[in-house]
């Protein structure tokens, strides 16, 4: 069962890749761009048929290495197969 994990860096928390992203397009002109946050995306195999028991498992790998729960927050996705 495919899995996707997105982190994203919590509201507040400053996000400088994202900042130099922005003043980068900027200088580009996009100037239509008002915010960028840069995040990251796992994509996980997990075998494992069970929604549920997958969603659990996937919760605690998040909970104790792939998200900084502290300063991250994340969505686990099941795509369509």
């Known amino acids: ?3 996707i994990v997105n982190i994203q860096l919590k509201n507040g928390v400053l996000d400088p890749q994202g900042k130099a992203v922005h003043h980068a397009l900027s200088s580009l002109k996009f100037d239509e761009v008002g915010d960028v946050r840069i995040g990251k995306q796992i994509i996980l195999d997990i075998a494992e048929s069970d929604k549920a ?3 659990e498992r996937v919760t ?3 909970d104790e290495l792939l998200a900084n729960t502290v300063i991250e927050d994340y969505t686990i996705e099941f795509p369509a197969c």
Do not use: E
Request: net charge positive; proline share 0%.
């Open 1 to 3: 069962m495919k899995v």
């Open 53 to 55: 028991k997958a969603h």
């Open 60 to 62: 605690i790998m998040c």
